[in-house]
């Protein structure tokens, strides 16, 4: 394996990124892994969001400020084009908590793209994992509060189908509802993240790699790699919204699946 | 190489997680961090949000309400205006109707004390020509017989007087005189 790697320029630029550059050391000795970038980054996003909605919203007119203004957008947009567009009327009592979701992963994964933190949380399971587990619990807490546990089990578990398939159906459903929903909501948000982070990676540690190599040819192709880590950065900074919106917009699709009537 | 990646993998083993292996602690941590964030925004900035944007639905709906209460009330003060000026003119033109029946009224009143009044001075004319006309004849009447006894005297070339005063013949024509026209009159 390593015949194949290229020398890189500097010592501390290691090529080809590995798994350990998620795996920061903790920020004070012996805290690992209570504080480390990651959860430092966890209060960070937190702390801002708090306070940005707190100063946007201490003092409210009815002819908004600038802040006023974005805040009452975020929360109108998850408001309407999420909540009340997958739910319905019944949405909008959900809108606070999926707007807090919007903003913390949209936050988080925007780190990833920040100079200086160039890492969202949610590159590691841990984070996607937590707030899958919300959406989860959340999903399944609704709908057994709405129809009961029999019927909701009934309503999650059997599609309306001839008797005799029922046998194979019920238990992909049961497989396709309460494992791979969470699974996939977590995996999705974490694998983006980190992929995108191992891209950027590849392609700013690549230039260093080629511009370190022997032969003069090599060398100019640094700068095709950097602008490529340029180009990618703005497909990340796609990547972060879309995952943001997409997390959210299952959650509440799974919610209004809760609480519907039919299957 | 093989040897080389399995010492490799043995010197990473420890410190490297898999990374699809979440680290529990950190679950614990985005947890209660989270749980904080959800619990300031859900309970203190989202519900004054809802209340704001109900505050603006009322402003706008209470706005479109007062405009047409206003607007109502500008119809009714309209109708009631145009009542008042129907009514006004009515008035008027009763008021107009009245003064030209008056106006009338007055006018054959002083045509008709015009036409009194000239018959009553016509009338005093009328009566004041007949008495100055008695008079004249009563006048004449007592000249005629003496200029008529005169001249005939002087026609005869003696005096009749004495003769016409002895038989009262001048009595007689005079008396005859006032029988004939007032015949003819009549």
Redesign the interface.
């Known amino acids: 394996?390593?015949s194949l790697v290229i020398v890189p320029a500097r010592d501390d630029l290691p090529f080809p990124p590995?798994?350990?550059e998620?795996?920061p050391p903790a920020l004070v000795d012996g805290t690992y892994?209570?504080l480390?970038k990651?959860?430092l980054l966890?209060?960070i996003?937190?702390g801002l969001?708090?306070v940005f909605?707190?100063v946007a919203?201490r003092n409210?007119k009815?002819v908004p400020s600038r802040g006023q203004w974005m805040?009452?957008s975020i929360?109108?947009f998850s408001r309407e084009n999420i909540a009340k567009e997958m739910i319905g009327h019944e949405g909008v009592k959900f809108?606070?908590?999926f707007?807090?979701l919007f903003?913390?992963i949209l936050l988080t994964n925007l780190f990833s793209i920040i100079p200086g933190i160039q890492i969202s949380?949610s590159a590691?399971?841990?984070?996607p994992?937590?707030?899958a587990v919300?959406s989860y619990v959340m999903f399944n807490y609704v709908g057994i509060r709405r129809h009961g546990f029999g019927k909701y089990m009934k309503l999650s578990l059997v599609p309306p189908a001839p008797w005799f398939i029922q046998p194979i159906l019920i238990p992909i459903e049961f497989f396709s509802t309460f494992i791979v929903r969470p699974v996939t909501l977590s995996?999705r948000l974490?694998a983006n993240m980190?992929a995108g982070h191992m891209i950027l990676l590849v392609f700013s540690l690549g230039g260093f790699a080629l511009l370190g190599a022997n032969s003069w040819f090599i060398k100019p192709i640094s700068l095709l790699s950097w602008a490529l880590a340029i180009a990618l950065t703005f497909l990340e900074a796609l990547v972060i919204v879309l995952q943001a919106y997409v997390f959210v917009v299952l959650t509440s699709s799974y919610v209004s699946g809760a609480l519907a009537e039919e299957h | 190489?093989l040897a080389?990646?399995a010492r490799l993998l043995a010197e990473?083993a420890p410190?490297?997680?898999n990374?699809?292996?979440?680290?529990?602690?950190?679950?614990v941590?985005?947890?209660i961090?989270?749980g904080?964030?959800?619990y300031?925004?859900?309970k203190?900035?989202?519900?004054?949000?809802e209340q704001?944007?109900k505050?603006?639905v009322e402003?706008i709906e209470g706005g479109i309400k007062r405009a047409e209460e206003r607007q109502a009330e500008a119809n009714a003060l309209f109708e009631q205006y145009k009542l008042q000026l129907a009514e006004a003119r009515t008035e008027a033109a009763r008021i107009r109707t009245e003064a030209a029946a008056d106006a009338d009224g007055i006018r054959q009143d002083f045509l008709a004390r015009a036409r009194e009044e000239s018959d009553r001075i016509i009338a005093a004319g009328k009566d004041q020509l007949a008495a100055e006309r008695q008079t004249i004849v009563r006048e004449l009447r007592a000249d005629i017989g003496t200029l008529a006894v005169d001249l005939a005297g002087k026609i005869v070339g003696e005096s009749l007087a004495d003769e016409a005063r002895q038989r009262g013949t001048v009595e007689r024509f005079m008396a005859e005189l006032d029988a004939a026209p007032a015949g003819g009159r009549a």
């Open positions: 394996m390593h590995t798994v350990e998620f795996f892994p209570w480390t990651f959860t966890v209060w996003a937190v969001l708090i909605f707190l919203y409210p009815m805040a009452e929360y109108g809108a606070p908590y707007t807090t903003c913390f949380p590691h399971i841990a984070i994992v937590m707030l919300i995996v974490f980190f | 190489m080389t990646a990473e410190h490297t997680p990374p699809i292996v979440p680290i529990w602690q950190e679950i941590v985005g947890a961090a989270f904080i964030l959800c300031v925004l859900i203190f900035v989202f519900p004054r949000m704001m944007f505050a603006r402003a």
